[in-house]
T-cell receptor, first 115, second 113 residues
Framework: SQKIEQNSEALNIQEGKTATLTCNYTNYSPAYLQWYRQDPGRGPVFLLLIRENEKEKRKERLKVTFDTTLKQSLFHITASQPADSATYLCALVDSNSNSGYALNFGKGTSLLVTP | KAGVTQTPRYLIKTRGQQVTLSCSPISGHRSVSWYQQTPGQGLQFLFEYFSETQRNKGNFPGRFSGRQFSNSRSEMNVSTLELGDSALYLC????????????FGPGTRLTVL
């Protein structure tokens, strides 16, 4: 069966350090992968999309890597700040669904950045 | 542009009742998708509507249904509510497809007693 796995345990890091979050998947052949941020009580917000032919993508302090051989994406936040504290979700398109396409999300990793 | 709006934000119902949730997408977005989020299962895709037609569907029972109007606004209905339906229901819009970047609303928190 298809799975998207993210670290279930919260990640606690000190301000200024680099946070690294992992997204592993099985039984997907994704053309791209998306990362979202979700704050408590709010809907997810899109952060980055990386395509299968892109090894790495950057946006300000964010960096995403995508290894289709390892079936893994890493999400890095450099020089982390307390405002980066949130839950981060990765998402993949399921094109094998019997009912068409679906966008499937991992359960997310909670990041806490302390001063 | 105004973001995705959802009403109501909070709702309390009892088992057996039915509920209708509403979503207004970003102007110009024609695809509207619905998701259920619970602590145990995470964020799960319910269905997607485009041009007033359900185009894609997740693995949920028929008690969950929806519709889309000509102005792209969408409603979701849950009939015969069960305790397990308590969740945050999120609506997301995108330009064309559920496979595009999703722009989420703030969600409707449904509690079933």
């Amino acid at each position: 069966s298809q799975k998207i796995e993210q670290n279930s345990e919260a990640l606690n890091i000190q301000e200024g350090k680099t946070a690294t979050l992992t997204c592993n998947y099985t039984n997907y052949s994704p053309a791209y992968l998306q990362w979202y941020r979700q704050d408590p009580g709010r809907g997810p917000v899109f952060l980055l999309l990386i395509r299968e032919n892109e090894k790495e993508k950057r946006k300000e302090r964010l960096k995403v890597t995508f290894d289709t051989t390892l079936k893994q994406s890493l999400f890095h936040i450099t020089a982390s700040q307390p405002a980066d504290s949130a839950t981060y979700l990765c998402a993949l398109v399921d094109s094998n669904s019997n009912s068409g396409y679906a966008l499937n999300f991992g359960k997310g990793t909670s990041l806490l950045v302390t001063p | 542009k105004a973001g995705v709006t959802q009403t109501p934000r909070y709702l309390i119902k009892t088992r057996g009742q039915q509920v209708t949730l509403s979503c207004s997408p970003i102007s110009g977005h024609r695809s509207v998708s619905w998701y259920q989020q619970t602590p145990g299962q995470g964020l799960q895709f319910l269905f997607e509507y485009f041009s007033e037609t359900q185009r894609n569907k997740g693995n949920f029972p028929g008690r969950f249904s929806g519709r889309q109007f000509s102005n792209s606004r969408s409603e979701m209905n849950v009939s015969t509510l069960e305790l397990g339906d308590s969740a945050l229901y999120l609506c997301a819009s995108s330009l064309i497809s559920v496979t595009d970047t999703q722009y989420f609303g703030p969600g409707t928190r449904l509690t079933v007693l």
